[in-house]
């Protein structure tokens, strides 16, 4: 997984914006704001990554337990098929 | 060779052999400054006769746009007499193209007019936004001494919005009907206006502090609220005129959006077209200015 191009993270006050830019901007994709949770799973694709590592970074991150692993997954599976069904990954 | 200066939110603009495409709006901005031009403009008479790169950067319904190691050439679909022009990156120069030798007899049409002034525009807009400055799609007048721009969609009433102001008889004075220029000069955030303006015929040659930005929401009932420097700077950059083609550019955008959004006063007007929208616009930024905004 990778961030497109196309798309450039921004923090602005205490919020991140995934803004679009070049072609997405001219097609009027929408800019995307992000918590503070989305914000660390989008910069951890802006290089590529599979779904394995990003799932054990965010472990690390957030020291989730076997009990939280479901939860965790579920929330990541919904980020990502938002940012895919918004063209933001590769 | 024919060179015109003129002169817009500060910058030198310099134009080769295109006066006689020129609207008479461009002439208010003209000055007699010759310096080394910020921007520098050369119009060639059917001069292009490169091949485009292969991928485009950006493929729009009006025009291509290309991206090489040293510039952006921008290519029209549908334009009665220019091929394209280009952009030098690295420095402030770039080259119109026109499609056909224009005869001396033949005086150029409104539409060339109109097209070269657009192209222009879009030619400034590049490069000023290099030098810190961006291009607010908005309508403005000058109230208090300084700038106030209401932003919105196109159809969404930024004029309707203004001619309230002077429906209600305020002080206000046009200041542009669809943008203004906006950057950061020695910490004080400025507007300027522009020889470009929509189809609005509103414009001047001024520049004043810029006040602020209210950003017009359609509705039944009229209420202004205060928004947020993160928020404002968000919303500003996504009205920018100035060009986003790529990372680097919406960048660019984005720091000036963020150097402005702090210096200015800010709000969303939610407003319909009666003349209390207009009320509840003056109170907001009465209400602002009085405590020293």
Redesign the interface.
């Known amino acids: 997984m990778k961030i497109r ?1 196309t798309y ?1 993270l ?1 923090k ?4 991140y ?1 995934l ?1 679009p ?3 997405n ?2 097609d009027y994709k929408h ?1 995307l704001e992000l918590n503070g949770t989305g914000y660390f799973i989008t910069t951890q694709i802006l290089n590529e990554i599979t779904y394995d590592e990003l799932l054990k970074k965010l472990i690390a991150e957030y020291e989730a337990t076997e009990e939280d692993l479901p939860i965790l997954r579920r929330d990541l599976d919904i980020f990502v098929y938002q940012l895919r069904e918004r063209e933001i990954l590769e | 060779m024919e060179i015109d200066y003129f002169k817009i939110a500060d910058l030198v603009l310099l134009l080769r052999d295109g006066k006689d495409y020129l609207q008479d709006a461009m002439w208010d901005f003209v000055c007699t400054e010759n310096n080394e031009p910020d921007i520098s403009v050369t119009v060639i008479q059917g001069g292009w006769e490169k091949d485009y790169p292969e991928e485009p950067l950006i493929n729009d319904r009006l025009l291509w746009i290309y991206e090489t190691k040293e510039e952006y050439i921008v290519r029209y679909r549908t334009c009665a007499n220019i091929e394209c022009y280009v952009n030098r990156k690295f420095t402030g120069e770039s080259m119109i193209y026109l499609k056909q030798k224009s005869e001396t007899s033949k005086k150029p049409e409104d539409l060339e007019r109109n097209e070269m002034m657009r192209t222009i525009r879009d030619i400034f807009f590049f490069h000023m936004l290099k030098m810190g400055r961006i291009a607010v799609h908005s309508a403005s007048f000058i109230y208090r001494d300084r700038v106030w721009l209401f932003s919105a969609l196109s159809g969404t009433g930024k004029s309707t919005h203004v001619s309230l102001w002077h429906e209600n008889g305020y002080p206000v004075e046009d200041f542009n009907g669809d943008l203004a220029i906006c950057y950061v000069k020695e910490g004080m955030a400025i507007a300027a206006s522009a020889p470009w303006c929509g189809t609005s015929e509103v414009y001047c040659n001024k520049k004043r502090k810029l006040g602020g930005i209210l950003f017009l929401e359609q509705a039944e009932e009229n209420s202004a609220t205060g928004i947020s420097v993160s928020t404002c700077m968000v919303r500003l950059a996504a009205r920018c005129l100035t060009p986003n083609w790529n990372r680097e550019l919406m960048t660019l955008n984005l720091n000036v959006a963020e150097e402005i959004a702090p210096l200015i006063v800010s709000g969303v007007l939610k407003c319909n077209t009666a003349p209390d929208a207009a009320v509840e616009a003056k109170g907001f930024i009465d209400g602002h200015c009085s405590i020293g905004a």
């Open positions: 191009d450039l921004k602005a006050g205490d919020s914006f803004f830019v070049g072609q901007a001219v800019m």
